[in-house]
């Protein structure tokens, strides 16, 4: 016995197990197994098949249709696939274990919830629900016009959960893709159409997000006979202010990369492939913990977060990124541990009660869905931190076995001396996940604030830090501006306070890089490392130093490791990581890598375009090519580099190489690319 696959949206095709392709007689022979097959395993009354179909036609002689388009239906069949419609006198029944049906596939993919569950169901929506149908009678077109409605519906809800789960974890490129897929369904959204002028805004791309605000509108104007928004407004003139001299008019045109519509299945073949792991080592995610009764969720997914740094700490296991996490919150242990790639999930729940705080923390293996350990801790606000403390200690000894009370005690970071300092921190570091330039501020007046109630926050300098690095890279595209003394003397002063702080330690690496102390980057990235060998933002940013300090082998494997713990990461992952594999000479994995974000960071083209050249590719340059020159010709017409700098210039100043084979190799690349 054989099934078959059927599929309904974007018009119906049904293939056998082994991919022959079925064709049936009549559009009405199709119609009743559409309508069957939406409906599977349930059985439909002969009559009210009869009335469906059709309907305008005497009683007798629409029986005798329906009796006549079942034994051609199943006719039409091979003969191994017949049993899957069951008949008798009064009904008829389509067997869903026999009948694979896209629709059913969908709503249950939509329904489970997870980035990978909602990318494999938007896959499965070729188009409309039996779109460009054959008029098979009034009755039966209003149950299909019901069901598109419905499934549009559904398909709506996912890519708007796809767009919140991109917009959260930093998917910049796939998160453009699915906005204009929203917008292509109802153009009338504006927050939609602001989302994606913020993206746009991020690649440096003004002029497609002016063309974005220009098209919204319009929209508006002649659907509503409105005008955007007070808040697109302002967006509209944040745009302009950072343009090349402050005019539309000199904003350059809309620019593509070939691979864009192939990023999701590069995402998908990445995962994948980072998945396969064989080194001894337990690995644990942590999710976010459900609160109770909070109207900010900062709180939940600030400590998850804090628990899996501090378990990082702990060389012997492998901690998933927090950020690929975010979005599993209420997703079943087991399914999430899955898709994660984590033996273990750690979960839990919180309720905070004016000065009091209850967490509830599950330890769940992900193959058997057996709980580990499980504990209620009930403490002070005061006392979360020891709390905190506990609950890495119980989970550490859960998985790994017993450790010392000194192993223990060494693995701990300064703790803080406000709880307000601290709970302002979490809140600085949930804004800085928003990929728009008001997070990033908001995130520095959160952390500001943090360093005034508890000048000894070690934390809360790092997080200045990063916020002015985002700022200035992200939304300047200028990595010369580093700005290297004021992040050079935010990560000291993080230091002086906290020696423990890997991410301090990172910072300060990466401003002694940039600064041309390059001694002292490496001893301070080889100590985050040494820290905390899972923080994956740090492996990311230690993977580009070790490739500019010379360290090849190390660069590679390090980013690599970076990959692998954050399953959904932030784009610029993909820029400097893919740096890292370039100058350590893996060019078709760095390719690979980068086409998961052709425009991750202002250089990723010059890098691409260099990685096709030394593959042999130059027919593959030009694109990146053309990208790299219009990036420079804005930086140029900012006015903060002289004008006779070239592309090949601008882009060894953002990559400070320690080694002069290095630069030459680079170069080398870039002139092989065509380059000038």
């Given at each position: 016995?054989?099934?078959?696959?059927?599929?309904?949206?974007?018009?119906?095709?049904?293939?056998?197990?082994?991919?022959?392709?079925?064709?049936?007689?009549?559009?009405?022979?199709?119609?009743?197994?559409?309508?069957?097959?939406?409906?599977?395993?349930?059985?439909?009354?002969?009559?009210?098949?009869?009335?469906?179909?059709?309907?305008?036609?005497?009683?007798?002689?629409?029986?005798?249709?329906?009796?006549?388009?079942?034994?051609?239906?199943?006719?039409?069949?091979?003969a191994?696939?017949?049993?899957?419609?069951v008949?008798?006198?009064?009904?008829?029944?389509?067997?869903?274990?026999?009948v694979?049906?896209?629709?059913?596939?969908?709503?249950?993919?939509?329904?489970?919830?997870?980035?990978e569950?909602l990318?494999?169901?938007?896959a499965?929506?070729?188009?409309?629900?039996?779109?460009?149908?054959?008029?098979?009678g009034?009755?039966?077109?209003?149950?299909?016009?019901?069901?598109?409605?419905?499934?549009?519906?559904?398909?709506?809800?996912?890519?708007?959960?796809?767009?919140?789960?991109y917009?959260?974890?930093?998917?910049?490129?796939?998160?453009?893709?699915?906005?204009?897929?929203?917008?292509a369904?109802?153009?009338l959204?504006?927050?939609?159409?602001?989302?994606?002028?913020?993206?746009?805004?991020?690649?440096?791309?003004?002029?497609?997000?002016?063309?974005?605000?220009n098209?919204?509108?319009?929209?508006?104007?002649?659907?509503?006979?409105?005008?955007?928004?007070?808040?697109?407004?302002?967006?509209?003139?944040?745009?302009?202010?950072?343009?090349?001299?402050?005019?539309?008019?000199?904003?350059?045109?809309?620019?593509?990369?070939?691979?864009?519509?192939?990023?999701?299945?590069?995402?998908?073949?990445?995962?994948?492939?980072?998945?396969?792991?064989?080194?001894?080592?337990?690995?644990?995610?942590?999710?976010?913990?459900?609160?109770?009764?909070?109207?900010?969720?900062?709180?939940?997914?600030?400590?998850?977060?804090?628990?899996?740094?501090?378990?990082?700490?702990?060389?012997a296991?492998?901690?998933?990124a927090?950020?690929?996490?975010?979005?599993?919150?209420?997703?079943p242990?087991?399914?999430?541990?899955?898709?994660?790639?984590?033996?273990?999930?750690?979960?839990?729940?919180?309720?905070?009660?004016?000065?009091?705080?209850?967490?509830?923390?599950?330890?769940?293996?992900?193959?058997?869905?057996?709980?580990?350990?499980?504990?209620?801790?009930?403490?002070?606000?005061?006392?979360?931190f020891?709390?905190?403390?506990?609950?890495?200690?119980?989970?550490?000894?859960?998985?790994?076995?017993?450790?010392?009370?000194?192993?223990?005690?060494?693995?701990?970071?300064?703790?803080?001396?406000?709880?307000?300092?601290?709970?302002?921190?979490?809140?600085?570091?949930?804004?800085?996940?928003?990929?728009?330039?008001?997070?990033?501020?908001?995130?520095?007046?959160?952390?500001?604030?943090?360093?005034?109630?508890?000048?000894?926050?070690?934390?809360?300098?790092?997080?200045?830090?990063?916020?002015?690095?985002?700022?200035?890279?992200?939304?300047?595209?200028?990595?010369?501006?580093?700005l290297?003394?004021?992040?050079?003397?935010?990560?000291?002063?993080?230091?002086?306070?906290?020696?423990?702080?890997?991410?301090?330690?990172?910072?300060?690496?990466?401003?002694?890089?940039?600064?041309?102390?390059?001694?002292?980057?490496?001893?301070?990235?080889?100590?985050?490392?040494?820290?905390?060998?899972?923080?994956?933002?740090?492996?990311?940013?230690?993977?580009v130093?070790?490739?500019?300090?010379?360290?090849?082998?190390?660069?590679?494997?390090?980013?690599?490791?970076?990959?692998?713990?954050?399953?959904?990461?932030?784009?610029?992952?993909?820029?400097?990581?893919?740096?890292?594999?370039?100058?350590?000479?893996?060019?078709?994995?760095?390719?690979?890598?980068?086409?998961q974000?052709?425009?991750?960071?202002?250089?990723?083209?010059?890098?691409?375009?260099?990685?096709?050249?030394?593959?042999?590719?130059?027919?593959?340059?030009?694109?990146?090519?053309?990208?790299?020159?219009?990036?420079?010709?804005?930086?140029?017409?900012?006015?903060?580099?002289?004008?006779?700098?070239?592309?090949?210039?601008?882009?060894?100043?953002?990559?400070?190489?320690?080694?002069?084979?290095?630069?030459?190799?680079?170069?080398?690349?870039?002139?092989?690319?065509?380059?000038?």
């Open positions: 016995m054989q099934f078959i696959r059927l599929s309904l949206l974007g018009g119906i095709e049904c293939v056998t197990g082994g991919g022959d392709e079925v064709r049936f007689p009549t559009r009405k022979v199709r119609a009743l197994l559409a309508y069957l097959a939406s409906n599977p395993d349930r059985h439909h009354s002969r009559e009210k098949l009869a009335s469906l179909l059709w309907g305008d036609s005497p009683d007798e002689i629409a029986r005798g249709n329906c009796r006549k388009a079942v034994s051609r239906l199943r006719q039409a069949l091979p191994d696939c017949r049993d899957c419609i008949a008798d006198s009064l009904s008829i029944c389509l067997r869903s274990d026999l694979e049906v896209d629709v059913a596939l969908f709503e249950h993919l939509a329904a489970c919830g997870t980035p569950t990318e494999r169901a938007l499965l929506y070729r188009g409309p629900f039996l779109e460009s149908f054959e008029d098979c009034e009755e039966f077109e209003n149950w299909l016009l019901t069901e598109q409605r419905r499934l549009e519906e559904v398909l709506r809800d996912i890519l708007q959960r796809l767009l919140d789960h917009l959260a974890t930093g998917g910049i490129d796939r998160g453009i893709q699915i906005a204009l897929r929203l917008l369904m109802d153009p959204q504006e927050g939609v159409h602001r989302t994606l002028m913020r993206l746009y805004m991020y690649q440096d791309r003004l002029g497609s997000a002016l063309d974005q605000y098209r919204c509108r319009e929209i508006l104007a002649s659907e509503l006979g409105a005008s955007p928004s007070a808040e697109t407004e302002r967006l509209r003139q944040e745009l302009v202010k950072i343009s090349t001299s402050g005019s539309e008019s000199t904003l350059p045109n809309e620019d593509d990369m070939p691979e864009r519509g192939g990023i999701a299945d590069a995402l998908s073949i990445d995962k994948l492939r980072r998945r396969r792991r064989d080194n001894g080592r337990p690995s644990v995610v942590v999710l976010p913990f459900n609160e109770s009764g909070q109207r900010s969720h900062h709180l939940g997914t600030g400590i998850a977060e804090d628990i899996a740094v501090e378990l990082g700490r702990f060389h296991v492998d901690v998933i927090p950020l690929s996490a975010v979005s599993y919150t209420g997703v242990s087991e399914q999430a541990g899955a898709e994660l790639a984590a033996d273990f999930v750690l979960t839990g729940s919180l309720r905070l009660r004016e000065q009091s705080v209850r967490l509830t923390v599950r330890l769940v293996e992900t193959a058997s869905a057996r709980q580990i350990w499980s504990e209620i801790f009930e403490c002070g606000i005061a006392d979360l020891d709390t905190q403390d506990r609950i890495v200690q119980r989970a550490v000894h859960s998985l790994l076995g017993g450790l010392e009370a000194a192993e223990l005690e060494e693995a701990r970071r300064k703790r803080p001396e406000e709880w307000q300092a601290y709970d302002l921190w979490l809140q600085g570091s949930s804004a800085l996940r928003r990929a728009d330039l008001n997070g990033i501020r908001e995130a520095r007046r959160f952390f500001e604030q943090a360093v005034a109630k508890d000048p000894n926050f070690a934390r809360a300098y790092v997080g200045l830090a990063i916020a002015r690095l985002n700022e200035w890279a992200c939304f300047s595209w200028n990595h010369w501006g580093f290297q003394e004021e992040a050079l003397a935010l990560a000291q002063r993080a230091v002086e306070l906290d020696e423990r702080d890997h991410r301090a330690h990172c910072m300060l690496g990466v401003a002694r890089l940039f600064g041309g102390d390059y001694d002292g980057a490496q001893r301070d990235v080889n100590r985050a490392l040494e820290l905390n060998s899972n923080d994956s933002d740090v492996l990311a940013h230690a993977s130093c070790l490739a500019m300090l010379g360290e090849h082998e190390a660069a590679v494997e390090t980013g690599r490791r970076a990959l692998y713990l954050a399953p959904h990461r932030p784009e610029w992952y993909v820029g400097l990581i893919g740096n890292a594999l370039f100058t350590g000479r893996e060019y078709e994995e760095a390719i690979e890598t980068m086409l974000a052709p425009q991750a960071l202002c250089d990723t083209p010059a890098f691409l375009a260099a990685s096709y050249a030394q593959m042999g590719q130059a027919k593959d340059c030009r694109p990146y090519l053309e990208v790299m020159n219009r990036h420079q010709r804005v930086q140029l017409g900012r006015g903060w580099f002289p004008e006779e700098t070239s592309c090949i210039d601008w882009v060894l100043g953002m990559n400070p190489y320690r080694e002069p084979s290095d630069v030459e190799h680079l170069v080398g690349a870039l002139r092989k690319a065509g380059f000038d």
